[in-house]
């Protein structure tokens, strides 16, 4: 009985399966015993998988769509030159489809006692903490025949933030509140506003700007400018029950949500107003509050990082007193939620009366670009009824917005790429007409 490949190695180094014992076997024996040697030597060569010391350094956060990168450096205390193969695992939305096994895999070689840094790139497809899993290291001899394998715990977190994709909208925003603020020759006036300097009157100006005591101390008639009041409180609120886990195109509503909410923060704080936020179903999910202009922003987006949608019905009358518990003077809330019929008319629109009495109130709402698109299909009996279907969809959500604008609630209703810059000139339409 003749063996060959990896049978006859086994049967070299003694591991022969019992039950298959044959004296000519012996001969076998012989003829590989310098190969079982160099297998023992080579193995006894491999360094120490156990004693190895791994730490961590590199990136601790990154936006949705950005890469981070993670350094791990190996340190060999033994006596033997490590020659191994690297596997950083980290969990499978840390990278994006078809990149995991080309960054997470090394070829590594350290001399004894010297270390070396190896780099994985994460693609993170998620927001949220991503935290590293476990470092597989195999250890090869000399001659590659045998191997030592071993899991080290060498931790962690790095977080993924809100991409923010709505920022490219701030300066065009930021231009018009230049205007409103008066750092333009544009008067602005409504009721509310905040007088801002004198200037010499020029026809055209309206006459009840007139400011007659001043004009009788100088020969000159002299007239008020305004700006828009500063100092406002603004409560953004976001509804992170089972509706805000819808998805519009690639993303939960939350997602646009948070988007918005960051772009008005943003523009909110440069108009020197104080921004909050609460995120809310039937329990507090988080609260930012307190913050200064320059912190409020970077504050929000590491909160909205680990923040997810719940599958259960929001509380509306536990939101309205969080809501009025954290903005206990006259202030804007933003509510962005949805414009369902159910959950707005069993569950916000009886409460309502309790914010607009005190507040204004302005809801913004993700709409789905696929009902525009169903309510335009024509050609065949499918695309009629999906048509009507749409057609149907959209009136009831008209009805709802409707209802919520007789109680005096500005609507904000947009598909997730136009709800950002939509929320925020709606922000500014009240700034300027002194309505904050």
């Not at 930012?288 to 590491?302: E, H, I, K, M, Y």
């Not at 809501?323 to 159910?342: E, M």
């Amino acid at each position: 009985m003749a063996l060959t490949g990896r049978t006859a190695l086994l049967a070299a180094l003694g591991a022969v399966p019992i039950g298959i014992w044959d004296p000519s076997w012996t001969g076998i024996l012989a003829v590989n015993a310098p190969l079982a040697v160099a297998c023992a030597c080579d193995f006894a060569l491999a360094a120490p998988v156990r004693r190895l010391r791994l730490t961590r350094s590199g990136d601790t956060s990154t936006r949705l769509g950005d890469t981070a990168d993670v350094t791990l450096t190996v340190t060999n205390p033994s006596k033997r030159p490590l020659r191994a193969h690297v596997r950083d695992a980290w969990p499978p939305s840390g990278w994006q489809p078809g990149t995991e096994t080309t960054d997470s895999r090394h070829r590594v070689t350290v001399p004894a006692g010297e270390r070396r840094r190896v780099t994985t790139r994460l693609r993170p497809t998620r927001r949220g903490d991503r935290q590293s899993d476990r470092v597989t290291i195999r250890s090869y001899g000399p001659m590659g025949l045998f191997t030592r394998q071993g899991t080290h715990r060498a931790p962690w977190t790095v977080r993924v933030l809100p991409p923010f994709t709505s920022r490219k909208h701030l300066p065009s925003k930021l231009s018009r509140l230049r205007e409103l603020d008066g750092r333009t020759s544009v008067l602005t006036r409504g009721e509310g506003t905040e007088f801002d300097s004198l200037r010499e009157y020029v026809p055209g100006d309206d006459t009840r700007s007139i400011d007659w005591r001043a004009t009788a101390r100088q020969s000159a008639v002299a007239v008020r400018t305004w700006r828009p009041e500063r100092d406002r409180h603004i409560l953004l609120v976001l509804d992170t029950g089972r509706t805000s886990a819808g998805r519009v195109g690639d993303a939960p509503r939350l997602d646009a949500s948070m988007d918005a909410a960051l772009l008005l923060a943003a523009l909110a704080s440069r108009a020197g107003d104080r921004v909050d936020l609460l995120a809310y179903d039937r329990r507090v999910r988080a609260l930012v509050q307190g913050r200064t202009a320059g912190d409020v922003l970077p504050s929000l987006v590491n909160t909205m990082a680990t923040l997810e949608p719940e599958l259960v019905e929001t509380d509306a009358r536990g939101l309205t007193a969080t809501a009025l518990r954290s903005a206990p003077r006259r202030s804007l809330i933003v509510l962005l939620t949805t414009l369902d019929s159910a959950p707005i008319e069993e569950g916000l629109l009886p409460v309502l009366p309790r914010l607009t009495q005190r507040h204004t109130v302005v809801l913004a709402s993700v709409a789905d670009p696929h009902i525009s698109r169903m309510a335009k299909a024509r050609g065949n009996t499918d695309a009629v009824y999906e048509a009507a279907a749409a057609a149907q969809a959209q009136a009831e959500r008209d009805r709802i917005a409707d209802q919520l604008r007789r109680h005096g609630v500005t609507i904000v209703d947009a598909i997730p790429d136009e709800l950002a810059p939509a929320l925020a000139d709606a922000y500014l339409e009240l700034k300027s007409a002194g309505r904050l």
